[in-house]
């Protein structure tokens, strides 16, 4: 039998209470857009990924990752108290799934970034395969981008290439890859391809320096023009 029609999966729209919630409390609610109640099926299917024990290992792993982000909990009531950066988080979680050879693949424009996120790792113990968006020097017009749509008109101007990023890691076979400032659909073909577990330390944001949620923070006063397309 088809499945019943029913409203799409809109969690980010929900108005309930975050203690209130079905997927937060088993005495919870759900809206009728609510998968934990309305996608029983989808469910069952992704729980049964976790059998598999490299993908159980994994998820626990990185459950344990999640909680160690938070100190003194065992104090009651508990009140969130954050203590690791995003880079100790990868750090840490990389030891816990003792991987030795990491795959850093990033952007030209943070090139003293990942200068410095390469000599942290290695000097963690990791050896590090790192790769930039241009490597190979493909030009863009092999892809069919006219003068008009390059940034530099004029020129043989090379394109990003994140299928040879995802493509020369798996080469290298890396155990655990990590993206630092990949364009928007660029750092999408490299999960397509790459082969091991990726995880992002930053992503591209050439206004804000790359803190995406800037924009977001501020869309409901200094950066309300966002919210407008016209």
Request: charged letters at 25%.
């Given at each position: 039998?088809p499945e019943?029609?029913i409203h799409?999966?809109?969690?980010a729209?929900?108005e309930?209470?975050?203690?209130s919630?079905?997927?937060?409390?088993?005495?919870?609610e759900?809206?009728?857009?609510?998968?934990t109640?309305t996608?029983?099926?989808?469910?069952?299917?992704a729980?049964?990924?976790?059998?598999?024990?490299?993908?159980?290992e994994?998820?626990?792993?990185a459950?344990?990752?999640?909680?160690?982000c938070y100190?003194n909990?065992d104090?009651q009531?508990?009140?969130?108290?954050p203590?690791?950066t995003?880079?100790?988080?990868i750090i840490?979680?990389a030891k816990?799934?003792?991987?030795?050879r990491?795959?850093?693949?990033?952007?030209?424009?943070?090139i003293q970034?990942?200068?410095?996120v390469n000599?942290?790792l290695e000097?963690?113990?990791f050896?590090?395969?790192?790769i930039?968006c241009?490597a190979?020097?493909v030009?863009k017009?092999?892809i069919?981008?006219?003068?008009?749509?390059?940034?530099?008109?004029g020129?043989d101007e090379?394109m990003?290439?994140?299928?040879?990023?995802?493509?020369l890691?798996?080469?290298?076979?890396t155990d655990?890859n990590?993206l630092?400032?990949?364009?928007?659909?660029?750092?999408?073909?490299?999960?397509?391809y790459?082969?091991?577990?990726?995880?992002?330390?930053?992503?591209?944001?050439?206004v804000?320096g790359?803190?995406?949620?800037a924009?977001v923070?501020?869309?409901?006063?200094?950066?309300?023009?966002?919210?407008?397309?016209?």
């Open positions: 039998m019943q029609k799409r999966s809109s969690c729209s929900c309930l209470d975050i203690l919630r079905i997927c937060v409390l088993p005495s919870g759900g809206s009728k857009s609510c998968p109640l996608r029983p099926a989808v469910l069952a299917e729980s049964k990924e976790y059998d598999d024990p490299a993908v159980r994994f998820a626990r792993q459950s344990i990752q999640e909680a160690e100190a909990r104090q009531p508990y009140i969130l108290q203590t690791k995003r880079l100790v988080e840490e979680f816990k799934m003792k991987y030795q990491l795959g850093l693949a990033f952007c030209l424009g943070l970034e990942a200068n410095v000599r942290i000097g963690h113990g050896e590090v395969v790192s930039l241009k190979g020097r030009s017009e092999t069919g981008l006219t003068e008009e749509e390059k940034i530099y008109r020129m090379p990003c290439n994140p299928i040879y990023q995802a493509k890691l798996n080469h290298e076979k655990f990590i630092l400032g990949l364009c928007v659909g660029h750092d999408s073909l490299f999960f397509k790459a082969q091991s577990p990726t995880t992002v330390l930053a992503v591209k944001d050439r804000t790359h803190n995406p949620l924009a923070y501020l869309a409901e006063s200094y950066y309300q023009k966002i919210r407008f397309p016209s």
